[in-house]
């Protein structure tokens, strides 16, 4: 039920049913926030629930996709409660701008480009619950667990927890000198303990990690990057191109080891000591582990939701469980180019599919249309773009001239998969008309589109796989 004592403040109230827990959820709303009081004990199994016509939601982790999830829910539901759970005590930040913070290039402020935590609150007047982790979903009774056994129950529940760094499975890795570069956290703790480095391992020789080797290289600091892999970006880049990349690096006196995964680190106390699978070693003042990240499901039970790589969801964002939800880097949705299923973390992704959830718990109509595999990095000098799954099976055709370079597979007339390097510029106009190809098979390429990609110096030849048929 809902009571209201003016026009600024209501309140309401509601019990939950949780086995073993009674829990009473007290709620006050003024004209800038809902704050909410829980009153809980502990009572053995009781029929008696009493839920009033005041709904809530609950999401878990707050970046770029749980933000984006509470605020389009509190747009279409302005009584809603909307409890936010968080590990830590920041606001959301873009992981991709961490090393750019590192390197000098943006102050710390600007790694949060959704505002401070009370700005956010005052804006979307939800519970932010700092330091709460949430140990352990039961989705199909739509319960969170945290600490100490405590159990609270929502009508909807969204998964946006992210995803974090991972670091190869090293025994006795040393505390002192090992760093990661994915938080915000990650990125102070590196940039505080770059004075006075004079050498430096990277593992991981994909897009944070050339982002990590160039601040270095810039500092004068002697950078090894190491990778399992033998090639640059394995994921991202075909042999050829990945062969120039290494090629510029190693010019501007980066050391590559690659095919050669780190096995082993030990600590002198002064230098760290790298040992890598093809017998080798080198020393280094401190390690920056770029070596990809992992979604943060651990607190999801298998058996109760689908997961693949992320949690599996549809296009309206709905996992395999009712009324739960999952957007952005935990999760993995449409592809337009396979049709299926994949993991693809971008922040606009995130933000995509946040909004998606919010809406839909809202019964607002709104669909994820799908995104592309797609990174842009720009690194010394070189500007890099993959679009596409480059493992693609289909002719390769490559093509170079204008001072730039492209490589792509083709597959029953189109363009499943390219890379770009040294021309940013083509970037959009490329990935807009893999995605209109995909999206629209029969519909040709619009006169616009075909003079933006001409115009950036896209051949005729590679228009026309596009979709350009007229070019």
Known sequence: MQY?????????????NIPHTFAVNIYFRDST???????????????????????SAAVIGFGCAGFSAARALRQAEPERVIDIYSDTAEAPYNPMLTTYYVSGKIDESTMFPLGDLETIKKELRVNILCGTPVKRLRARERVLELDGGRGRQYDDIIIATGAGAVIPPIKNLPERGIYTMRTASDARRLERALNGVKSAVVVGAQMVGIKVVELLVKRGIRTVLCDMERQMFP???YERTAAVIAGRLERAGVELRLGAAITG?????????ASFSDGSETSADLIVFCSGIRPNIAFVDREEIDVGVGIKTDLHMRASVPHIYAAGDCCETYSPLTGKNAYIGLWANSAMQGRVAGNTIAGVQDEYHGNLIHNITHYMDTDFISVGDVRSEGERVFWQGHGWQLEATVSDGKIAALNILDNAGVSGPVKNALLHRAAHPEQPMSVHARLLLSSAGVPDAIIKKLGGEGA
């Open 265 to 273: 680190v030990s600590d002198s106390g002064k230098v760290l000591s």
């Open 33 to 55: 926030c809902i704050y909410t009081i829980y009153v809980l004990g502990l009572f053995k199994h009781t029929n008696t629930t009493e839920v009033v016509d005041i709904k």
């Open 235 to 237: 994921a991202s880049a």
């Open 4 to 16: 209201r004592f003016s026009n600024s403040f209501k309140y309401g109230i509601y019990a939950q």
